[in-house]
């Protein structure tokens, strides 16, 4: 359809049924909205008669595996319905141009950029030519098309914004050149080579994977090449939970060095002991070998290292925890995993800035307001600035948030649910 035609279509309700299956019953309005905005805006930029079609994108929660991936370990993640959504439509000209709302427009030549460039720079067309890249290399369709596209993915937010972005160029290809036919794992995939490779960011699949997949998935890293990604059939909306993200509004300015020391001091465990992660090591063999490790790597990179074997093992409790549908086994494992990343991997405030620590706030607000409660909170991320998760019953969550909110500023508590489907075609 012509843009005229399909927001004609839209605002007639043609995708109602779709918007409450992705976002619930209570969001048709407001997205249907937002999607006609997006068609108006994308008719403007490249012309009321191009033949469109509308793409949403999730963002994604960490659940449990805190910092875990970058040592081939597990990990359980979630999409949610904050997301990326697109309008779409091929051109016959071989370049990708992509307006995302308040930022200038990507453009992209697909017979001139197909290599990273030996300088890169960490913009948002090196994402782009990273995925036509990584579709070529695998032996998928690429070709040119014009995109307008609009988030409330928010950046700095632990939802993972690039991750989303990259599977939104993924998920646009598939549909235009390639029926819709590539699977979302491999989009996934293809998105991490680009940020890896042309964008210049050394990030692991979690990301990509949740976002793209959608619902709840458990990932097993042991082979990061071909990680085992399961499906968890839990309805969290059904139990009567929503998921609260509370963005404490940290800064992330001086935090690289925080964030890098994780997974180094991770390795460094693991190179003590002849291996090069974690998961190639024994925590036998760690923990036989502390009074050495201490006096070479530190205690805290011990403990980084101890967090990691029980996360692991928690992941796998969590998994199974969900499939037989026990949710107070879940909520207690999400405890258990916010008081390892607390107390061992310490990554919920930084020694740079002892006098700022927003996380430590808001997780003694979440205790103090859900204590008593069936309800589970702990850092969300990387940690050390940004954001928490809890698990909160419907009925209380709009108490929670009011604290939230009048404790950390307003809007700062987002009430999501847990969307079942990633990277869609509308």
């Known amino acids: 359809m012509n843009t005229k035609e399909l927001k004609r279509a839209l ?34 930029l490249y012309g009321e008669t191009r033949e469109a079609a509308l793409y949403s994108v999730a963002g994604r929660s960490e659940i449990s595996g ?3 991936d970058h040592n081939h370990g597990c990990v359980i993640a979630a999409s949610i319905d904050l997301d990326i959504i697109a309008v779409a439509a091929p051109n016959n000209d071989g370049i990708i141009r992509v307006k995302s709302e308040g930022f200038d427009e990507d453009v992209v030549d697909l017979s001139v950029y197909t290599a990273p460039k030996e300088n890169i720079e960490g913009h948002s067309e090196e994402l782009i030519a990273g995925v036509a890249a990584g579709f070529r290399q695998n032996g998928y369709k690429v070709g040119g098309f014009d995109a307008y596209t609009t988030s409330n993915v928010l950046k700095g937010s632990g939802i993972s ?44 699949l979690m990301d990509q994977v949740a976002c793209a997949v ?40 001086d935090l690289t060095d925080d964030y890098a020391s994780v997974p180094a001091e991770m390795k460094a465990v693991a190179k003590a ?17 502390i009074p050495t490790l201490r006096k070479t790597v530190g205690d805290r990179a011990i403990l980084r290292a101890l967090h990691f074997y029980a996360e692991n093992r928690r992941v796998k409790e ?39 620590q927003g996380l430590s706030l808001a997780l ?31 009925s209380e969550t709009e108490n929670f948030r009011k604290v939230m909110d009048a404790a950390l500023g307003e809007g700062c508590c987002m009430v999501r649910r847990i969307r079942p489907v990633g990277a869609v075609k509308i």
């Open 214 to 253: 959608g619902g709840i998935v458990g990932i097993d890293f042991a082979d990061p090449k071909a990680p085992v990604i399961e499906k968890l059939d839990f309805d969290m909306s059904a139990a009567g939970y929503k998921l609260c993200i509370v963005n404490t509004g940290g800064n992330h300015a």
């Open 364 to 394: 003694c607000l979440s205790d103090t307001t859900l204590s008593g409660k069936r309800a589970a909170w702990r850092v969300h991320g990387g940690g050390f600035a940004g954001t928490i998760q809890a698990f909160v019953p419907d």
């Open 11 to 44: 605002l007639d309700g043609a995708y109602d049924n779709r918007f409450a299956f992705i976002y619930g019953e209570d969001a048709v309005s407001a997205q249907k909205a937002r999607y006609a905005a997006a068609i108006d805006s994308f008719a403007e």
């Open 161 to 204: 914004s690039s991750a989303a972005f990259e599977d939104m160029i993924g998920n646009i290809l598939s549909h235009l050149y390639n029926d819709g036919q590539i699977d979302n794992v491999e989009i996934a995939k293809i998105s991490q080579y680009a940020e890896n490779v042309f964008f210049g960011k050394p990030c692991g």
């Open 318 to 356: 969590l998994t199974a925890a969900l499939k037989r549908n026990d949710l107070d086994a879940f909520l207690s494992g999400i405890l258990a995993s916010g008081r390892s990343s607390f107390c061992y991997l310490q990554n919920v405030y930084t020694t740079k800035n002892l006098t700022e």
């Open 66 to 68: 805190n910092h875990t």
């Open 273 to 289: 002991l002849g291996k090069s992660v974690l998961r190639e090591a024994d925590e036998k063999d760690v923990i036989a070998a």
